[in-house]
């Protein structure tokens, strides 16, 4: 009876799951930059408790979600094709050089549009990404901001 109760407790969840709208002014959680700098960048993350947190990028929503994945309980992207808030779990990302803060990824619902736009790079999904590789994005801004080398 437990576990029945348990997954219909999930299945209601997931069916109600759903991003809030971005507040002007909300910062980014991970590096204190305004969240709505480019909207078709801005994501969000639901925790546990109910509360949301909201950050500039993908990479920052994806970094803070690994580095709290006890703590989160959805992360939401928008579809780099479409704009739509989408599960970011669960998307698919293609890397690129132009995000709000240089290196980002670009989130997309489908494998066949992230293909598409990806032309031949690599198409990751969030369960491949890690945590190291976030904060490499990190390190190689673009924008004239410090280049790290290697």
């Known amino acids: 009876m437990r576990a029945i109760l348990s997954i219909l407790g999930i299945f209601v969840a997931l069916l109600f799951a759903q991003p809030t709208e971005?507040?002007?002014?909300?910062?980014?959680?991970?590096c204190g930059m305004d969240a709505l700098t480019d909207p078709k960048f801005t994501s969000q993350i639901k925790l546990k408790n109910g509360k949301y947190l909201f950050t500039e990028s993908p990479k920052h929503a994806l970094r803070y979600w690994l580095e709290n994945k006890d703590k989160v309980a959805e992360v939401w992207v928008k579809d780099?094709?479409?704009?739509?808030?989408?599960?970011?779990?669960?998307?698919y990302y293609v890397l690129i050089e132009e995000g709000p803060m240089g290196k980002?990824?670009?989130?997309?619902?489908?494998?066949?549009?992230?293909?598409?736009?990806?032309?031949?790079?690599?198409?990751?999904?969030?369960?491949?990404?890690?945590?190291?590789?976030?904060?490499?994005?990190?390190?190689?801004?673009?924008?004239?901001?410090m280049k790290h080398s290697h």
């Open 80 to 91: 780099f094709s479409t704009g739509k808030w989408i599960d970011g779990k669960r998307a």
């Open 104 to 145: 980002d990824l670009a989130p997309f619902k489908s494998l066949l549009s992230a293909k598409k736009f990806a032309k031949g790079k690599k198409v990751y999904r969030a369960s491949e990404l890690t945590l190291e590789f976030l904060k490499e994005l990190d390190m190689d801004m673009g924008h004239g901001g």
């Open 22 to 30: 971005v507040p002007k002014g909300a910062k980014c959680v991970v």
